[in-house]
């Protein structure tokens, strides 16, 4: 079957595109010893994920209590969730995850850290918590050392819980300000800082520059390398693209700039220097 011949709209995936995407990135963190753990929201497909895994991959990375079901359900053992979750519902779905794969959350807040707490009783497992602080973004995570201590001597003191140490998105250079501190006060404290996991597929090549980095997640890495290219001016390794029907001029115009928002733009923008 040929392109052409899909019914439209349609994403359409070039398979080799991807597979040079995930082992570009999988090298770099090797050469570099830090741990790569992609984020699945791009793809959510879990043999994307089991190939991730196949390559070296330490685990995988969930936004969504959803995605974490399923990728569990589809045999993977190693998920971090990095968004706060709260609520008697999501602990009871986050307790059976716990049951299935071994599970790794994100917490910014006291509520956030007690709706995990409830899950692991739920599940009877043991849930490792990183706690989430800001670079500089100002989207999720506390934004002090001290609030970080504070909820880290929490997890060490509820059962069911494991520090496994800090997360942040994006990686920035004030990422490593705060890790530096963090390692001081947390050492004061009797506590080791055992990951610090850090994101962002805009910046992924130079993870390796922010010291304190253990961990990278990266998602739209898979599908678009154009967002971070090896050298300004390279050619994108685009693996996602889409297939529409074109009714006319007007409309033909219209589905440019549509895509051209939702994704290419997005993409290039990241990506390409303008001219001088």
């Not at 991807?18 to 959510?44: F, S, W």
């Not at 990183?130 to 001597?153: I, W």
């Not at 922010?210 to 685009?238: F, H, N, Q, W, Y």
């Amino acid at each position: 079957m040929r392109v052409s011949d899909l019914e439209t709209p349609v994403p359409v995936i070039d398979l080799d595109r991807v597979e040079a995407n995930l082992n570009k990135m999988q090298d770099y963190c090797d050469a570099h010893g830090l741990k790569l753990r992609p984020h699945i929201k791009t793809h959510k497909i879990p043999a994307f994920a089991h190939r991730q895994i196949e390559l070296g991959a330490g685990g995988i990375t969930c936004q969504k209590l959803g995605e974490a079901e399923v990728m569990a359900r589809a045999g993977m053992d190693d998920i971090l969730i990095s968004y706060p979750m709260v609520g008697v519902g999501k602990a009871q779905r986050l307790g059976e995850v716990a049951r299935l794969a071994r599970l790794r959350v994100a917490v910014d807040s006291s509520e956030a850290l007690n709706t995990v707490a409830d899950a692991a009783r739920i599940g009877g497992a043991t849930i490792g918590v990183l706690v989430e602080f800001d670079s500089g973004a100002k989207r999720t995570g506390v934004v002090s050392v001290a609030e970080a201590l504070t909820l880290a001597q929490r997890v060490v003191q509820l059962p069911g819980l494991r520090f496994d140490g800090l997360m942040t998105y994006p990686s920035t250079a004030a990422t490593t300000v705060f890790v530096a501190e963090a390692r001081k006060k947390f050492a004061e404290a009797g506590l080791d800082i055992p990951v610090v996991s850090g994101g962002g597929t805009p910046n992924a090549w130079t993870a390796h520059e922010i010291s304190g980095l253990t961990e990278v997640r990266v998602g739209t890495r898979s599908m678009a390398s154009s967002i971070c290219p090896d050298v300004p001016k390279s050619r994108p390794s685009v693996s996602a693209s889409g297939s529409c029907p074109i009714m006319s001029a007007w409309s033909a115009t219209c589905m440019t700039r549509w895509w051209s928002a939702a994704t290419v733009k997005w993409w290039t923008a990241c990506a390409w220097p303008r001219a001088a």
